[in-house]
């Protein structure tokens, strides 16, 4: 039976006290991997991007943004560097910090000091992204937002890179006062689309992934695409 409210996909940052790096790990619901990993990939980058975006506001607002500008520019342009141990980190000296993508059970686990978790969860308009932070210490979405993506980019190929680049550009055109009643979901759903529209205007074809998204991601509100 397939329940409304459903966690299919939940990513969480995790951050350990004295360590330089953070933890990201995915855990789908059973039997959705692999087949929609990739879709689900896509999705929670942009999710998490329009969470961001549309959960701050007033001050807090254009730095999120600025964040969102940069993770997209990295997830298009910038090298993913292995570290020693399985690690991985943006080729930019402006990031430093050092992300492993965690399994269920990692060697490496530790109480976490801080963690911040994005959820895809079903509904009759798509999957919608919902944010789960630690009451008494969340992981800053200036962080968790580009270390979700740059975990997410590693297990990418080329075209869907530029597919998640396209869509976090989407996410930040989407007009915030055009509220459905899923107002992250409906973001989303309208910067799949535009990412789509920007690469048939440069004649590329659009990534599977990409279009699977689109699919399962239902439009209300007119900008997304709705009536």
């Excluded at 254009?62 to 997830?75: H, S």
């Excluded at 090298?79 to 965690?102: E, K, Q, T």
């Amino acid at each position: 039976m397939r329940l409304r409210g459903q966690t299919l996909v939940r990513a969480s940052v995790e951050l350990v006290a004295g360590a330089p790096c953070a933890s990201v790990r995915f855990d789908p619901a059973p039997g959705r991997w692999p087949r929609q990993a990739a879709s689900d990939r896509l999705s929670l980058s942009g999710g998490a991007a329009a969470l961001a975006v549309h959960h701050a506001s007033g001050e807090a607002s254009e730095p999120l943004r600025a964040v969102v500008r940069q993770a997209a520019l990295w997830t298009a342009a910038t090298d993913i560097v292995r570290l020693p141990d399985d690690g991985l980190r943006w080729d930019d000296p402006a990031w430093a910090l050092g992300i492993w993508v965690a399994p269920r059970a990692d060697a490496r686990d530790q109480r976490p000091s801080a963690r911040t978790a994005v959820e895809l969860r079903r509904s009759t308009v798509g999957p919608v992204p919902r944010l789960v932070r630690d009451a008494a210490s969340p992981v800053s979405l200036s962080l968790a937002v580009p270390a979700l993506i740059l975990a997410v980019a590693a297990e990418q190929t080329a075209e869907e890179r530029t597919a998640v680049a396209l869509t976090l550009e989407g996410v930040l055109g989407w007009d915030h006062h055009d509220i459905g009643l899923q107002p992250a979901q409906q973001a989303v759903a309208y910067a799949l689309r535009y990412a789509a529209a920007r690469l048939e205007e440069a004649g590329r074809p659009a990534p599977e992934a990409l279009l699977e998204a689109i699919g399962a991601h239902r439009t209300v509100t007119p900008m997304a695409g709705g009536a």
